[in-house]
T-cell receptor, first 114, second 110 residues
Framework: DAGITQSPRHKVTETGTPVTLRCHQTENHRYMYWYRQDPGHGLRLIHYSYGVKDTDKGEVSDGYSVSRSKTEDFLLTLESATSSQTSVYFC?????????????FGEGSRLTVL | DAKTTQPTSMDCAEGRAANLPCNHSTISGNEYVYWYRQIHSQGPQYIIHGLKNNETNEMASLIITEDRKSSTLILPHATLRDTAVYYCIVTGGATNKLIFGTGTLLAVQP
């Protein structure tokens, strides 16, 4: 158990509505990540964080914003959800000192945008 | 970060060794090779990583060629629970982020 909790685990919403996914960790690790996974694309990095209020963009950041106001929580927000953002979203933490190292993933949040 | 090439799918008989290849011909000197796997609908799981020496842990062995242009992940005695998508990732360069490709679907057959 890597001490990562994602919420909600499943969500159905309509196009144009805001959505926030939460990733919570219990071990105070510095690095946290948000990935999305779609058929045929594998996992793609959306945003990552290297400390409180320190975030950066990944491969597919358009349409997403993140916030990290405290070490244990990393929030992913879709300001106005679109059908192309229907996906499974995974949060991960790094237990190493650097940006990579071993990543531990949450169970995923399945988002459907109608 | 260097790009990796993996076969789309492989089969392996239960109890036999599974050897999963990965080509990373553009790897640079400070980049590591990481392996992860993802069992259906679960989050990816870290397996092993290495720089240039062969590595072994309780899950698998990683063999990296001397020129570092390719590597092989070895599951010594595959079980049905090892059926998963296996990702080979090269990172540690300027961006130092883990970028996943589409991986190899390993199907362990009874």
């Amino acid at each position: 158990d890597a001490g990562i909790t994602q919420s909600p685990r499943h969500k159905v919403t309509e196009t144009g509505t805001p959505v926030t996914l939460r990733c919570h960790q219990t071990e105070n690790h510095r690095y946290m990540y948000w990935y999305r996974q779609d058929p045929g694309h594998g996992l793609r990095l959306i945003h990552y964080s290297y400390g409180v209020k320190d975030t950066d963009k990944g491969e597919v950041s358009d349409g997403y914003s993140v916030s990290r106001s405290k070490t244990e929580d990393f929030l992913l927000t879709l300001e106005s959800a679109t059908s192309s953002q229907t996906s499974v979203y995974f949060c991960a933490i790094s237990k190493g000192q650097g940006l990579t190292g071993e990543l531990f993933f949450g169970e995923g949040s399945r988002l459907t945008v109608l | 970060d260097a790009k990796t090439t993996q076969p789309t799918s492989m089969d392996c008989a239960e109890g036999r060794a599974a050897n999963l290849p990965c080509n990373h011909s553009t790897i640079s000197g400070n980049e590591y090779v990481y392996w992860y796997r993802q069992i259906h609908s679960q989050g990816p799981q870290y397996i092993i990583h290495g720089l240039k020496n062969n590595e072994t842990n309780e899950m698998a062995s990683l063999i990296i060629t001397e020129d570092r242009k390719s590597s092989t992940l070895i599951l010594p005695h595959a079980t049905l629970r090892d059926t998963a998508v296996y990702y080979c990732i090269v990172t540690g360069g300027a961006t130092n982020k883990l970028i996943f490709g589409t991986g190899t679907l390993l199907a362990v057959q009874p």
